[in-house]
């Protein structure tokens, strides 16, 4: 076994410094090091979109992604999107429109739906769907999910 | 006849949504306690194997190991089920499947117990073995559970099928075959387990029935229930598959062997190989038609495939057995089930229970029959549609909420105004509509069911909800709030409901089989009905009053200018508390088990879907340009939650009819998400309506009854239809990969289906 390794990353805006073992996922770090438990896990392959959080501004699948490959970075999760208790407007849309049922897609859904947006405010239908297709949700269907992430982008556009 | 509800009827978030969103609810594998172990469990590699002797003594010396087990380590009974327990928690002798469970590793690390587990020595004798259903019912085919390869056999015979079939001017028949289905909750199967000082168990786990790890986790252990504790955590969906507690059984024996909290996490290939699945069938179909096109006969043979247990098979196979004709009246019947030992992973519960495939089968002969008939599909549904005279396959007769014939007149609309997209097909597509309908009787079919609730109305004005069907992601919760916030006039938001405690909430049987909104949502109302005539009985004292002048709103009571808060008017009576228990026993009668006539279910679930799709001819592939949606809810407790329930039903149907299926080489070959393609966003039809139908349920809660696993039922079916109507080749067999549609293609012209007269 390799000797753990030194790390600096901002998390959630923080200033993190850890020493994580070369083979350990960002997952697991957030996980079980941080105790940020809000990111899921629902297959550690990379298939399922769960996991999503961003690194650097962009969706990544934090079980495919070491920790040691974030030294130097910054890392968004589900905890570090509402601020002073105020919810980001997407996850007010997830709730409003119904897109929460058993919700264990839903934190990497909100990330993976952050990152579409960040990169095209003014997405079509087919884009949020194709922007979505790998976060996989087996309760709603994504209907809602496809129409909130939508409404998310005209709430963020400034319109209404 | 309307009333007007406060709260009931109302769309409304989850209650639990904000936490969802936030990161903030808890999952099982949230949790984990100081000195906790991992465990992970040996499986079979072969299918069906004696196990001759098991050394685990290198594995035992590995570092960081703390203890393996095997099943002479379990102190009570080896056996589980959710209803047959024909399953042993840790093989002893014999292994049916590959993935069957041999032995535990304990380690302080899950690394180190992955290690181990490799060192663990099995000495094996491979034994014959049997995959296919059909070949396991041969004479001299490996018997794959003792006792024989037929689990059970189910029967259904009304009428003279003979005489009917004599009767008829047109008959078809034909074989369809449904694949094996995976439930793919996105959260895997989870279970913490500790001991406290003085030697209780607590478990905390990802379940569809709290009360049922309580009594496996005891009788495993031989401890009474009342030491066994068991909390169910948030849950990340369950669809049926589950309710056979094996995670929380393994992480109880590591617990209760070395006394430190254990963990038991499957990772997605161990949920893909070792849990139980929705059971594939082989379906021999015959139905016939008078000249009226009035149905006159049906013949079925069903065969399902339970794997190496029975699990729930005899239960699923009688559901599918019940449900054989479907949404139509059909005199004489004659329907043969079989749940069919075979040795691989064993089939049970999954959302649609055994309906799903024979809608498949059934609607699709109605299709055809309508061609030979010269008729339009829906106009031959219509013909044959049940109505309140009119018995089901089990001769039970629905007095209300049976809204077939304007689902039906509504789905003749919807069809029309769709026949013009079919012009605009572009080149190399071909366009096709189809219809499929579905009946579903809500709550166990095979014995009745009841549902227990405690409700407690407090000084303050809110309200304590105990009732033990948890939660999965369905939205009951919320739903129980609603029913019982509507009865007490409270917010919704001032009642709190327990579901998830085996200490507080009382055992309501499993949460399964569309049954919570019936059967729990009557038993909260019943139990805050009464609290509401206590108080307006102690109001009517105060006020010097009849009982009915008295109105009770936002924690207070008031008859014209006089009002009470209602911690005064407890006060004055010196109460703290007003506690009442109801519970909801519906008047049913199981199934004949000769003839399969009864009274099964308290209510049935009515579904009827429209798909336009476009089928590419050169891949094969299926796009769903148009789906519609129509169900029947009785009346809606939430219409976000219905709505909700209703895509996901829907969508898991989309799976089941275009891409899901279960491959067997030696154990399950695609244990990945890479590999079992269950729908992405991408696949939602183009446009999708959903169009609740309300037709009050007499006998539910506030007229509602339950639909969750309705909105799967036709789906197949739907689609089946609509792509053979496509490429004008009749589709018998799913999913219906791209692969597969292009084979039919090629094979354009060769009837499949064989007229008889
Ligand atoms: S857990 Fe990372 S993609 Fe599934
Ligand atoms: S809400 Fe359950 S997986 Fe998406």
């Not at chain 2, 393994?250 to 893909?272: C, F, I, M």
Request: net charge neutral.
């Amino acid at each position: 076994m390799s000797r753990p390794r030194k790390i600096r990353v901002t998390i959630n805006g923080r200033k993190v410094e850890a020493a994580v073992a070369p083979n350990q996922t960002l997952a697991e770090f957030l996980r079980c090091h941080l105790s940020l438990t809000g990111t899921k896990e629902g297959c550690d392959t990379g298939d399922c979109g769960a996991c999503t959080v961003l690194l650097d501004g962009k969706a990544v699948n934090s079980c495919l992604v070491l920790a040691v490959e974030t030294h130097g970075g910054s890392v968004t999760t589900i905890e570090g999107l509402s601020s002073d208790g105020e919810l980001h407007p997407l996850q007010q849309v997830f709730i409003d429109n119904g897109t929460v049922q058993c919700g264990f897609c839903t934190p990497g859904m909100i990330l993976g739906a952050k990152a579409l947006l960040d990169e095209n405010p003014n997405p079509s239908e087919e884009d949020i769907r194709l922007g979505l297709a790998g976060n996989l949700c087996r309760c709603t269907g994504y209907v809602n999910i496809v129409k909130a992430v939508g409404a998310a982008a005209k709430v963020l556009r400034g319109g209404k | 006849m309307s009333v007007a509800y406060q709260v009931v009827g109302k769309p409304m978030p989850r209650t639990d949504a904000q936490s969802k969103v936030l990161g903030q609810a808890q999952y099982t594998d949230d949790l984990s306690l100081p000195r906790m172990l991992f465990v992970k469990v040996l499986r079979s590699p072969h299918p069906h194997a004696r196990i001759r002797a098991i050394k685990t003594s290198a594995a035992q010396k590995q570092p960081g190991i703390v203890a393996v087990l095997t099943a002479k380590d379990i102190p009570g009974e080896n056996s589980m089920g959710p209803i047959i327990k024909d399953q042993q928690i840790l093989c002893a002798d014999l292994v049916r499947y590959a993935g069957d469970a041999v032995a535990l590793v304990a380690g302080e690390t899950e690394q180190a117990a992955e290690v181990a587990l490799e060192r663990i020595e099995v000495d094996y004798e491979e034994l014959p073995f049997v995959f296919d259903p059909l070949k396991a019912l041969e004479p001299d085919a490996p018997v794959a559970h003792e006792g024989g390869n037929i689990g059970t056999h189910m029967k259904v015979r009304r009428g003279d099928i003979e005489a009917g079939f004599g009767q008829a001017a047109a008959v078809v028949e034909a074989r369809f075959i449904t694949p094996r289905v995976e439930h793919a909750y996105i959260e895997p199967e989870v279970a913490l387990v500790s001991l406290d000082a003085q030697g209780d168990v607590s478990v905390w786990s990802s379940t569809q029935y709290a009360h049922l790890d309580r009594e496996e986790v005891a009788r495993m252990l031989a401890l009474p229930q009342s030491r066994v504790r068991v909390r169910q955590m948030v849950t990340g969906g369950g669809f049926g598959g589950k309710l056979n507690p094996h995670a929380q059984c393994y992480a109880a024996l590591v617990a209760w062997k070395t006394g430190r909290p254990a963990k038991v996490h499957y990772h997605r290939d161990e949920s893909l190989i070792a849990s139980y699945k929705a059971h594939p069938y082989v379906i021999d179909m015959k139905l016939g038609a008078d000249r009226e096109g009035r149905l006159t006969a049906i013949d079925a043979r069903l065969v399902g495939n339970t794997g190496a247990y029975l699990c729930q098979g005899r239960a699923v196979i009688t559901k599918s057995v019940t449900h054989v004709s479907g949404v139509y009246y059909i005199p004489n019947i004659k329907a043969d089930a079989y749940a069919v030992h075979t040795n691989t992973v064993p089939c049970g519960a999954m959302r649609g229970y055994g309906v799903p495939q024979v809608a498949f089968a059934l609607e699709s002969l109605i299709d055809e029959l309508a061609d030979r008939l010269g008729l339009e599909p829906l106009e031959l549904r219509m013909r044959n549609a049940l109505d309140t005279t009119l018995p089901n396959a089990t001769g039970q007769i629905m007095p209300a909420s049976i809204p077939v014939k304007e689902m039906l007149a509504r789905a003749k609309t919807s069809v029309e105004s769709l026949r013009p997209l079919l012009k605009e097909t572009p080149p190399g597509r071909k366009r096709g509509i189809g219809v499929g309908c579905s009946s579903r009787g809500i709550g166990s079919i095979r014995k009745a069911s009841r549902s227990t609730a405690v409700v407690s109305l407090h000084p303050d004005g809110s309200a304590t909800v105990a009732c033990g069907h948890v939660d999965l992601g369905q939205g009951s919760d919320t739903m129980m709030a609603q029913v019982a916030a509507e009865e007490l006039g409270l917010d919704v938001d001032r009642v709190r409901v327990i579901t998830n405690d085996t200490a507080i909430s009382p055992d309501c049987e499993s949460t399964s089989a569309s049954r919570v909104t019936y059967l729990s949502g009557n038993a909260v109302r019943f139990a805050a009905a009464k609290i509401k005539t206590r108080v307006l009985d102690l109001a009517a004292r105060e006020f010097d009053c009849a009982a009915d002048e008295v109105k009770m709103r936002n924690g207070a009571v008031a008859h014209r200018e006089q009002g009470l808060s209602l911690a005064a008017l407890f006060g004055k009576n010196t109460m703290h508390i007003i506690t009442e228990v109801a519970e909801h026993l519906p008047a049913t009668t199981p199934p004949d088990p000769e003839t399969g006539q009864g009274k099964p279910a308290g209510t049935y679930n009515f579904n009827v879907h429209i798909a336009l799709v476009e089928v590419d001819e050169g891949t094969g592939k299926v796009e769903t340009l148009k789906y519609l949606a129509m169900g029947d809810v009785g009346k809606m407790l939430n219409p976000m939650v219905v709505e909700g329930q209703m895509h996901g039903g829907m969508m898991m149907g989309m799976g089941f009819a275009l891409s899901e299926e279960v491959k067997i080489d030696c154990g399950v070959a695609n244990s990945t998400f890479a590999t079992y393609l269950i729908p992405t966003a991408c696949d939602v039809p183009r446009e999708l309506i959903v169009d609740v139908i309300e037709d009050a349920e007499p006998t539910g809660p506030f007229g509602a009854k339950g639909f969750s696993e309705g909105s799967l039922d036709p789906v197949g079916a739907t689609m089946a239809n609509a792509v053979s109507n496509a490429i004008g080749v009749r589709v018998t067999q799913l999913p219906m990969t791209g692969e597969r549609i292009h084979q039919l293609l090629r094979r354009r012209g060769e009837a499949v289906l064989k007229a008889v007269n």
